[in-house]
């Protein structure tokens, strides 16, 4: 099933969507070794990239707590993004920076809802 509905989303990323599909980049910062001698560590910025449909939320959701007016929501297929975005990632759209706030992914794992929200 998943790869049933994956194949029609990305035939509508690619046909009717595909004035709307963005390419995205994400990123997220792990920590390296800690020297205790030295009291110093390094970190290392992992990336990673997909295709996507960036979005506003409607009004109705909008709720100023939870979404605010200037968050977007990126509709991601999961199949064509090279890492997983949890909350705290960082993604950048057309030159945009967006820290992610959430992320669910629907039952069948085919595609992401990640809300974004200005850096």
């Known amino acids: 099933m998943r790869s049933e509905i994956q194949s029609e989303l990305?035939?509508?990323?690619?046909?009717?969507?595909?004035?709307?599909v963005k390419q995205f980049?994400?990123?997220y910062?792990?920590?390296?070794?800690?020297?205790p001698v030295t009291e110093t560590g390094d970190t290392t910025t992992i990336t990673y990239t997909g295709r996507g449909i960036l979005d506003n939320y409607s009004l109705n959701r909008i709720d100023n707590?939870?979404?605010l007016s200037g968050d977007?929501?990126?509709?991601?297929?999961t199949n064509e993004v090279t890492d997983s975005p949890l909350v705290g990632h960082s993604i950048e759209v057309d030159g945009m920076k967006y820290s992610v706030i959430t992320v669910q992914i629907d039952p069948v794992s085919a595609h992401y809802d990640i809300q974004l929200r200005r850096s």
């Open 29 to 35: 910062v792990i920590d390296g070794e800690w020297d």
């Open 10 to 20: 990305a035939d509508a990323f690619d046909g009717d969507l595909s004035d709307a």
């Open 72 to 77: 977007a929501l990126l509709i991601a297929l």
């Open 65 to 67: 707590i939870n979404i």
């Open 25 to 27: 980049s994400g990123s």
